[in-house]
């Protein structure tokens, strides 16, 4: 494992966490919006009158997004891992303000028709590119400036950072669909939540101007310059696999979080304002519980915690799901999303941890932000259009349920092979 850098000064740590943690949070709200508001973007910027096929269209591109995530985390990962995490986290935030400024200001297709469509994937491309590079830089700032009694906590803020982001977006959707109605929040007024996120701007130069370097990137960027792209995949392709086979029930569990909205709205026939109240729930659960998490494991270790998650995500998804189906309540979502958000706590507090320790500090971010991204791809961003392209061939709305146990039960197995795996030493 690598052996952290003593000596960052309290002060430091404080204002990397906040800078990194904040930035994060809004990174992921723009990100996650794309998805929080689908029935609304469908009925914008694809051709009316069949409405699955628009839902399924909007989330072929919500997945464009995390198609093109790998080839961010491998540029913008090797841009962090020469010139350093805070260069690269900054660059990042302005990317996403620029991709999420197109959905807010596109003209819908009835005005421009297909040319409206294409604009709006090119916005998601461009924060899908972004996030890609966002989370190694992220993950690398906070385990770097933490000190060996901290270091599970300050990586539980990168998760506790995409609570805050699924909180805030919970927050606008709901005042949005409170304050202008369903019907007209459905129309145009869902482009306010965009106009939100671009506040990114100013976070983006904070960073920039004001957080130091970490000190183990400076020390390794002494010791040993960064491999080259071929020589870097090479030499971590079986980290790359590891940090692929951790993000499964991370990335499933997340992107099932996400799906509440359009699950609640289409399958549920509940009221649009009631699904924002549960992304609210499930953001301030991920607030309140990844810290805990974070201390728990710098104690005890981050497998346990990682494995009782799945563990209890295993049992508990399909019968949550029974439950709401049977009784679509908001008293009953609220619960669901609270139990499904403990169990995502449980294990992605930890998992940032797990994440880099693999890899060396000269390719962390690379390392973490290929994994992440390719694991995002391959088994979260087909989330959406998979439970609802089999909610519609079977008619069963309880196969999200499934999808659920099977992705949590998947990492279970994994994480047991981890744990017996005897690895190597990772090099600083």
């Known amino acids: 494992m690598n052996h952290p850098v003593q000596g960052t000064d309290p002060k430091t740590q404080r204002r990397a966490v906040i800078a990194a943690t904040l930035g994060n949070v809004l990174e992921i709200y723009d990100f996650i919006i794309f998805g929080i508001f689908a029935v609304a973007i469908s009925k914008t910027f694809f051709p009316s009158g069949d409405e699955y096929a628009a839902l399924m269209f909007t989330f072929m591109t919500f997945a464009a997004g995390f198609v093109v995530r790998p080839i961010g985390a491998l540029v913008l990962g090797q841009y962090a891992d020469k010139v350093g995490r805070k260069k690269a986290l900054s660059f990042t935030l302005i990317l996403m303000a620029i991709g999420t400024v197109i959905p807010a200001l596109c003209p819908s ?49 990168q998760q506790m950072a995409q609570g805050g982001g699924v909180l805030l977006g919970g927050i606008v959707g709901y005042v949005i669909a409170v ?8 129309q145009d007024y869902w482009r306010l939540a965009f106009f939100v996120g671009l506040v990114i701007g100013p976070v983006g130069w904070y960073i920039r101007r004001v957080l130091p370097e970490t000190p183990e990137f400076e020390r390794s960027k002494k010791k040993e310059s960064v491999d080259s792209f071929l020589e870097g995949v090479k030499a971590n392709f079986g980290r790359i696999l590891i940090g692929i086979a951790i993000m499964i029930f991370w990335t499933v569990a997340t992107q099932v979080s996400n799906y509440f909205t359009t699950y609640a ?14 992304q609210i729930s499930s953001g301030l659960t991920l607030l309140a519980i990844c810290p805990l998490v974070g201390m728990l494991a710098d104690r005890i270790g981050p497998y346990k915690p990682m494995a009782f998650g799945a563990a209890l995500a295993g049992v508990l998804a399909y019968p949550l799901f029974k439950m709401l189906v049977a009784t679509p309540t908001l008293p009953t979502l609220l619960l669901v999303q609270i139990a499904i958000s403990v169990t995502l706590g449980l294990y992605a507090a930890c998992a940032p941890l797990v994440m880099s320790d693999i890899f060396p500090t000269r390719y962390r971010a690379t390392g973490i932000g290929t994994s992440y991204a390719l694991g995002v791809m391959i088994f979260g961003g087909l989330t959406p259009m998979i439970v609802t392209t089999l909610i519609q061939i079977s008619g069963d709305k309880l196969i999200i349920g499934l999808y659920l146990t099977a992705a949590a039960l998947l990492s279970l197995a994994l994480i047991g092979a981890l744990v017996r795996m005897q690895r190597k030493p990772v090099p600083a």
């Open 109 to 157: 297709y009835d005005s421009i028709g297909i040319a409206a469509t294409v604009i709006l994937v090119f916005g998601r491309l461009l924060q899908g590119f972004s996030a890609g590079g966002e989370i190694g830089s992220n993950v690398a700032m906070l385990v770097e400036n933490a000190s060996s009694r901290n270091r599970a906590l300050f990586c539980s803020f």
């Open 179 to 186: 304050v202008y109605g369903q019907e007209r929040m459905l």
């Open 265 to 278: 709205v289409r399958e549920l026939h509940m009221p649009v304002a009631s699904t924002y109240l549960g």
